[in-house]
């Protein structure tokens, strides 16, 4: 079946280290998107990428980063610049037209301790 | 800046009561309007779209939008709630650019549903 596959599910993180949230699509979707979910604030924009190679900042990208070097995969680096990094992080992807809606993995949820 | 504002936060209804949630957009160009549902601990969920054509939009499990463009709304509706419809529901929007453009999320409207 095809879909979005992120990974690890639960993540933890000691304070000052990078980590990679993985998320993999075999839709064959041109576009992909990071979104981190915060009670209470819904779903903010932290990246996304509407084809491999290239990316642009959502509403909250400071401290976090991103690659688009193969169309499946877009993986998500928090910094140590990213000041409250706790959150579920959700990855979505689409088509070029975003007709059929967007897709979405289940989600990693990051806690740093 | 596009932006979606949905002003129920917390909305507490008993079991075959109506319902309708509010969502309000800010782009002036040509919309997409999504309403997506997350039940607990499960992943985020299409309702229904809107890209073009009639602006009552019918969606899956009951629910049903309309698209009214002079009030840049597009509220979500269900004339009788169950229990299982308990979740949180997201209304959502993109610009059309002639390309995929960025889906912007409202804040979120958590609905409890008691027997």
């Known amino acids: 079946d095809g879909g979005i596959t992120q990974s690890p599910k639960y993540l933890f993180r000691k304070e000052g280290q990078n980590v990679t949230l993985s998320c993999e699509q075999n839709?064959?979707?041109?576009?992909m998107y990071w979104y981190r979910q915060d009670p209470g604030q819904g779903l903010r924009l932290i990246y996304y990428?509407?084809?491999?190679?290239?990316?642009q900042k959502g509403d909250i990208a400071e401290g976090y980063s991103v690659s688009r070097e193969k169309k499946e995969s877009f993986p998500l680096t928090v910094t140590s610049a990213q000041k409250n990094p706790t959150a579920f992080y959700l990855c979505?992807?689409?088509?070029?037209?975003?007709?059929?809606?967007?897709?979405f993995g289940s989600g990693t949820r990051l806690t740093v301790v | 800046a596009q932006s979606v504002s949905q002003h129920n936060h917390h909305v507490i209804l008993s079991e075959a009561a109506s319902l309708e949630l509010g969502c309000n957009y800010s782009?002036?160009?040509?919309?997409?309007l999504f309403w997506y549902v997350q039940y607990p601990g499960q992943h985020l969920q299409l309702l229904l779209k809107?890209?073009?054509?009639?602006?009552l939009v019918k969606g899956i499990k009951g629910f049903e939008a309309e698209f009214i463009k002079s009030k840049f709304s597009f509220n979500l509706r269900k004339p009788s709630v169950q229990w299982s419809d308990t979740a949180e529901y997201f209304c959502a929007s993109t610009g059309v650019l002639g390309y995929t453009d960025k889906l912007i999320f409202g804040t979120g409207t958590r609905l409890q549903v008691f027997p």
């Open positions: 990428s509407q084809i491999v190679n290239d990316f």
């Open positions: 839709l064959n979707h041109d576009a």
């Open positions: 782009y002036g160009g040509t919309v997409n």
């Open positions: 809107y890209f073009s054509g009639d602006p």
């Open positions: 979505a992807s689409t088509d070029r037209t975003g007709s059929y809606g967007y897709t």
